[in-house]
């Protein structure tokens, strides 16, 4: 048993059939890639998981609980964490205050009306963010507008807003998508630096080969809808299904 | 101090300093003085600077935090309004219970009103405001002119029941105070030419102003401040981080509900009438002015707003054609009549036109309005003389 459970999911558009009785599972504790050409339906399966698409059918089980019909905050909750294609961070707020966000989610969860503390007060809250923007190496960046920062920065602040909460699964929309190769590179090390310090699972939707075979443990195939196989990196080299799905896109 | 930080206690303490002066620093130039017309230190128009500056303040809680525009708060104002002069009919004259109901009162009739505008964002949730606000202006009309007394608007009678103090028996209307001490009495302090007017009514006003502002205050530094500073930043964000933006943003409605009605309940503790006109579309877009004006997100910034629009609105109407003939007496007849011609149309009826002209140059120049000019100044007076390869120009904050 998986972590994530995904059995037999199918969703339409209209008349696309977006996904096609998809059966996933990643198991606790591994990096688990899900690559596929454009339009494999990647991004429409990752938001069935986060709560943005529901399926038409099919069960999404994630730590023995249903996730289907529940709002992405409710998911958030469970364990599950996002990061997205383009860093979707508070560019209003100061990268501490972004850190610092998550840490009130996973304690005071979705709502609390505290009015009558000041935020400096809340030192454990302090603490901890500052101690995430250690661990990513953005302490010195601790006051600045997080608007006013580099993609690259912006890229590892949500990583640490993600991580602050300590998600159970984390899930990662491609994260290097429009990268120039050396932000790429410092994303493949910020992300094996996170996977040797800590346990969690991770589930990467990637277009980049590189990324993918840099980090990934398992990888799922995805082909219009449908998964095609679910290999180690090694056997997914050179499988013929899967040179047929790309039609030579990418030469694995 | 009071839960603040330093530099937080140091502007609640000027805050505090200048209400509390405030008789006497609008009221600059001697009494009999040809401009004595700009002094503003009259208790009706002091009553209305702390009064919208409440509205604003509570209004930017949820425009400045949020970035949720509401064009609909005036029908805030109105209820509480109502609410207040029927406390006066009902129960008694004491302002307390009054501003207490009517406070009360707009924060349920926001909670509904928000619960229902707050499933859309953006233009959409300021449409439904809008359409909620003329909505119960046309309904105090009509349907419910039992409890709004529609036209003629809610006044109090020799014959209301008034429980607590029973009827007045000498036949002169009485008038609210606050145990015993009546919202008309004035102490007139005559200093040499000046004369400054110490109104009750302006300083309870004053201290309920100023305690909102300290609310405000906390609202701003606190966790739930930044939760709701995170909501205008970026919602996708909040929902994917395990937070449900709806009862964040629901709350920081309902509070300025809360602050528009008990802004209302002061208009009528003022003077004990309440009219549908308040709850007119002008009204609520005056407050969306008042705080873009001021600055919009900043703590001060609705307060100046605030004092600028109800400045403009009492000191240039009462300019009057007469008035400017004295002023540019010394020039020419046929060029005075010309010069006197063109700024009639901006003061008396016409000072509408001067507001609006103001507006847009400040909203061009100045977009984080008038606290961003303040900011420059300051700024300005700090570099002065400071070596010159130093920037001129700060960021505002």
Redesign the interface.
Known sequence: MGILEVKGVNKRFGGLQALGDVNLSIKENTVHAIIGPNGAGKSTLLNCL?GKLIPDSGSVMFDGQSVLGR???EI??MGI??V?QTP??????SVI?NV???C???RD????????????Q?KD?VEQAEMMLADVNMLDKRNMHAASMSRGDKRRLEMA?CLV?NPKLLLLDEPTAGMARADTNNTIDLLKEIKEKRDITMAIIEHDMHVVFSLAERITVLAQGTPLVEETPENIKGHPKVREAYLGEAQV | MFGLDKKDTKFLWIVIALTMLTPILLNPFPTDSGLAQFNAGYPALMQRFAIYGLMAIGFNILFGLTGYLSFGHAAFLGVGSYAAVWMFKLLSMNVIPAIILATVVAGLFALVIGYISLRRSGIYFSILTLAFAEMSYRLAYSVFTPITNGETGLQIKLDDPRVLDGAATDGALPVPGLFGLNMNSTYTVDLGAWSFDLNAGYYFCAVIAVLGFYMSLRIFRSPFGMMLRAVKSNQNRMNYTGLNTRPYTLAAFVISGMYAGLAGGLLAAMDPLAGAERMQWTASGEVVLMTILGGVGTLFGPIIGAGFIKYCENIFSKINENILHDWFSFLPDSLESVVVWFFARFVGEGWHLTLGVLFMLIVIFLPGGLVEGGQRIAAWYRNRGKSEDKATKQPAE
């Open positions: 986060v709002k992405p905050h958030n909750q964490s996002r997205f979707e961070i508070f560019g209003d707020l205050e610092m966000i998550p009130f989610a996973k969860g979705a709502f609390r009306m505290h009015a009558f503390e000041t935020v400096a809340e809250i807003m909460q």
